[in-house]
Nanobody, 125 residues
Framework: QVQLVESGGGLVQAEGSLRLSCAVS????????MGWFRQAPGKEREFVAA????????YYADLVKGRFTISRDNAKDTVYLQMNSLKPEDTAVYYC??????????????????WGQGTQVTVSS
């Protein structure tokens, strides 16, 4: 089993920044590509960003490209999401997830085997 625990969410004003962390335990972290998704009230879960096993490949949703940065530290078994220039429409519960694919990344939730419990991000205008 793989356990994922997100942290770093909170309330921030528009144009502010937050950094989310996701600590992974239970299996070798470097065996998983990692992704961040979010879900706003009344909306479906949507892809935000993903990073390959080695960190050499990243992919972003158009809505966050240029504002968010995904990174990972395989020595600390942690993946990060740096969020800058936040907008009220970024308000959502943010989830990290682990994908056992060998190469590349995926934007599809069904590719991910393990999920964290989520952390709330609220951006005020």
């Amino acid at each position: 089993q793989v356990q994922l625990v997100e942290s770093g969410g909170g309330l921030v004003q528009a144009e502010g920044s937050l950094r989310l962390s996701c600590a992974v335990s239970g299996r070798t972290f470097s065996r998983y590509a990692m992704g961040w998704f979010r879900q706003a009230p009344g909306k479906e879960r949507e892809f935000v960003a993903a990073i390959s096993r080695t960190g050499g490949s990243t992919y972003y949703a158009d809505l966050v490209k240029g504002r968010f940065t995904i990174s990972r530290d395989n020595a600390k078994d942690t993946v990060y999401l740096q969020m800058n220039s936040l907008k009220p429409e970024d308000t959502a519960v943010y989830y990290c997830a682990a994908d056992p694919r060998l190469v590349g990344t995926s934007t599809h939730p069904e590719s991910y085997d393990y999920w964290g419990q989520g952390t709330q991000v609220t951006v005020s205008s």
